[in-house]
Structures are given as C-alpha cells and as structure tokens.
C-alpha cells in the first residue's frame, strides 16, 4: 500500500510533467474507481493543470477551473504516465492530456479512487479536514504524538498509523520508525515518556526522507509514474526482515501481528519496558 514516500515520489513526478498541461477527458472502465459529479467533471474536462501536491497519501492535481482531481491510490493503485494506448487489464480510469499523454490509474483490487470535485468542495472535503499533520513535520508530529499519545491505551504503533492523529505513515514505515526510535511496537503509547515521544517525532523525517530519496518501497503493486520499483527495503531496517540479523546489534528480528498488522522489530533493541501500569506488554 503506498504510503507517504511513494505518493510523494509520484507527487514530485507529476509536478514535472502534468503542470501546465490541458485535461480533454478523464473516464473510466470501473465506474466505481471514478467519483464525480457532473458539473464537476464538466469544469475538469478543458482545464489546465496549476498545482500537484500531496496531503497525507492523497495526491491533489488543482486546475484553473472550479475543479479539483483527488487521487486516492488506497491499497494497490498505480498512476503512470503514457500515451495514448490500449488499456491494461488493471486500467480503471484514465485521465487524457493535451499533448496526448495518458494519466492511467491502475487498480487491481479496486479500492482506490480519482475524485472530481470542486476546489470549494476539496477545501471542507470531510476526509482532508480529519487529516493529521504530515509525518516528515517532526514539531508537529510531536506535537500530535504529546496531544494524543497520554489517552491512548492501544499500542503505540496503531497510533502511528491512525492518519487522524499522524498523516502518510502506513505499515512499512511504521515498523522502520519505530526501530529507529528504539521503541517496541506493541508498547503502550500513553506508557511513553515525553523524552521517548520527541525520539519518535524525529525519526519520522529521518526515515520518510530517506525512503523518499530511494522512491519509495516496492512490495508488490507499487510502482512511480514512470513504473519504475522503489528500493527503499534494500536498506529497511527490521521491515519484511523476519528471521534476519539486525543490522544494530545482531539479534534476530521478530514478525508478529501488533494493531492488527503484521509487524517487524529488533527484541533487542526495541526490548519491552514494564509501564507504569504494569502492563507487562509494554
Ligand atoms: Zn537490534
């Protein structure tokens, strides 16, 4: 599933290649992976692209017209950038350029989705509005853990991925930051110091960033605007590790399921602390 450094990656690559360019048309193949009201797609469709950003794992493409094009990739979509061309098996949607090439949204399992609305509707668009701050702000991200971290009995790395509290962290990177801050994944976050919360806020740029110079991590399905893999797991650090050695202090890195998903860690140097609480978990 993309999460913050692939869309990002995306982002940067569409900023180069889509800005400035006219929409002529954008259909779909999977009515479900298209939502747009018809006046919207109407201001869409002769539009010029002014800005490609990201927020969260979301891409916003804003146009000179009323309209706004939100792509959702969700777990398994791809946008890449072609010419005109017969669709793959996974093509859902399709949004065509004025120099005739084609953004395709690819989809196999049909969760994502591109969304025609307008800027006013984007600006109070519930699911941007609950957003937290972006994960490589690590003032804001400490800001959010503090505000956030003392209620939550839950573990801290199912805090890490609520996209409320923190935006465009996902399981990969879960794992990667909670090794770089030396903090066991299944802990519990309101058992965590002040100190230990500042560790963590820090080390999301730290890892973000540099999975956003390796363009991100390929797992599966994920692939950047040109199809091009990311390599970001060459270097993971406990991530898809399972049975390997630690790359910090040799001990072997445990797989187990903590908030529901499978997660990586280093017991040695991620080890459980006893809380406060006493929760022997922690
Ligand atoms: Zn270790």
Request: charged share 25%; glycine share 6%.
């Amino acid at each position: 599933m993309p999460e913050l450094p692939e869309v990002e990656t995306i982002t940067r690559q569409l900023v180069h290649s889509v800005v400035g360019k006219r929409i002529i048309n954008i259909t779909a193949r999977w009515p479900r992976s298209l939502t747009a009201a018809p006046q919207d797609l109407d201001d869409a469709i002769g539009a010029r692209i002014t800005r490609v950003e990201r927020r969260g794992k979301l891409i916003i493409i804003s146009t000179d017209s009323d309209s706004s094009v939100l792509i959702h990739l969700r777990m398994t979509g791809q946008l890449l950038l072609g010419v005109l061309e017969k669709p793959d098996q996974h093509e859902r949607a399709r949004i065509v350029l004025d120099d005739t090439s084609v953004l395709r949204f690819n989809d196999q399992r049909k969760f994502g989705r591109i969304q025609v609305i307008s800027q006013e509707a984007a600006a109070r668009d519930p699911f941007l509005v609950a957003l937290g701050p972006e994960a490589t702000d690590a003032a804001a991200v400490a800001r959010a853990l503090r505000r956030h971290a003392p209620r939550r009995r839950s573990p801290i790395k199912a805090l890490l991925l609520d996209q409320h509290v923190i935006a465009g962290i996902g399981n990969i990177y879960a794992d990667e930051i909670l090794f770089t801050a030396g903090i066991n994944p299944a802990t519990e976050a309101s058992a965590l110091s002040i100190p230990r919360l500042r560790r963590l806020a820090s080390a999301c740029p730290e890892i973000l960033n540099q999975a956003i110079d390796l363009r991100g991590s390929t797992l599966r399905d994920y692939r950047d605007l040109d199809g091009t893999s990311g390599t970001y797991l060459s270097v993971a650090r406990v991530h898809g590790r399972k049975g390997q050695t630690c790359r910090r202090c040799s001990a072997t890195i445990a797989y187990a399921s903590v908030a529901g998903r499978g997660t990586y860690w280093c017991p040695s140097c991620q080890r459980r602390t006893r809380s406060a609480l006493g929760n022997p978990f922690t």
